[in-house]
């Protein structure tokens, strides 16, 4: 049974920082994909983030130079480090991973960016 369980999201000012923590269980071997989605109240449901396990990175364009996602293999956990937060950020994050596609997901976690 694989479970991904996100935390270390909240409410924060605009320009504020949070940094989500996603840990993986019940699998032996790390995704080779893992990454972090966001979805706010109608729109759709968006990747912000991913990476590799050899390291690669990519991220939305709204979000670059402000989120990082890193990887620890040894805790098999994956964080999203993000910094200068805007009311745009709003959405429940969600983690997920795979082998080829995001296949498996964590059930979110509410960020809200509000002053």
């Known amino acids: 049974q694989v479970q991904l369980v996100e935390s270390g999201g909240g409410l924060v000012q605009p320009g504020g920082s949070l940094r989500l923590s996603c840990a993986v269980s019940?699998?032996?071997?790390?995704?080779?994909?893992m990454g972090w989605y966001r979805q706010a109240p109608g729109k759709e449901r968006e990747l912000v983030a991913g990476s590799t396990s050899g390291g690669s990175t990519n991220y939305a364009n709204s979000v670059k130079g402000r989120f990082t996602i890193s990887r620890d293999n040894a805790k098999n956990t994956v964080y999203l480090q993000m910094n200068n937060l805007k009311p745009e950020d709003t959405a429940v994050y969600y983690c997920s991973g795979g082998r080829f596609t995001y296949d498996y997901w964590g059930q979110g976690t509410q960020v809200t960016v509000s002053s």
């Open positions: 019940g699998r032996r071997f790390g995704f080779n994909i």
